[in-house]
Antibody, heavy 116, light 111 residues
């Protein structure tokens, strides 16, 4: 099982960023994919998930209206797009597979830096 | 401020045991499975415990989890220097429409 994420991104405040998470080694359509972020020196923060067929998503209240979670079955890739970025969005963004109400495999993380 | 409360740090000598608490409420820990994660600096979190007390394949039995009421506990016995890391508890919160929630994390130091 592997989740390989896209590389580091630098964005200006007010813009958007899209992070990808390519899955391999398991049946992609059987699992939900979650997104979790970690600001520098801080703890983990759950952002939301996209369900196994991509038709249902759920975002944490603080990200609703600003985050878009999608997935593409043909490329076995999940995506997280965050808009209206501020400096507070500077963080490492992780994708993770859900198994048994837990996150059993994680991507390596994608650093998103927001600075003018 | 995290929904789940963990002590910022715990420490013990090699070979001893540490216990990390994770306190919540009925809407989260009290009615949902708890999982635990280990994270080393610069690395992604790793699943240690799922469904309150189950270990994934490859996780040593020195790591054990339990849940009682609205609290959960992670025990690390026979502490080793390689256990120095941050540990996070996680669950779901029914008051937040089943949103995921994490504890603030606990740093384990081996003296």
């Amino acid at each position: 099982v592997q989740l390989v994420q896209s590389g580091a991104e630098l964005r200006k405040p007010g813009t958007s960023v899209k992070v990808s998470c390519q899955a391999s080694g398991f049946k992609f359509t059987d699992y939900l994919i979650h997104w979790v972020r970690q600001a520098p020196g801080q703890g983990l923060e759950w952002m939301g998930y996209v369900n196994s067929n991509g038709r249902t998503t759920k975002a944490a209240e603080k990200f609703q209206g600003r985050v878009t979670l999608t997935r593409d079955t043909s490329s076995t890739t999940a995506f997280m797009e965050l808009s209206r970025l501020t400096s507070n969005d500077t963080a490492i963004y992780y994708c993770a597979r859900e198994f048994g109400d837990a996150f059993d495999f994680w991507g390596q993380g994608s650093l998103v830096s927001v600075s003018s | 401020q995290s929904v789940l409360t963990q002590p910022p740090s715990v420490s013990a000598a090699p070979g001893q045991k540490v216990t990390i608490s994770c306190s919540g409420r009925s809407s989260n820990i009290g009615n949902n499975y708890v999982s635990w994660y280990q994270q080393f600096p610069g690395s992604a979190p790793k699943l240690l415990i799922f469904e309150n007390s189950k270990r994934p394949s490859g996780i040593p039995d020195r790591f054990s989890g339990s849940r009682s009421g609205a609290s959960a506990t992670l025990d690390i016995s026979d502490l080793q220097t390689g256990d120095e890391a941050s540990y996070y508890c996680a669950t779901w919160d029914n008051r937040l429409s089943a949103a995921g929630v994490f504890g603030g994390g606990t740093t384990v130091t081996v003296l």
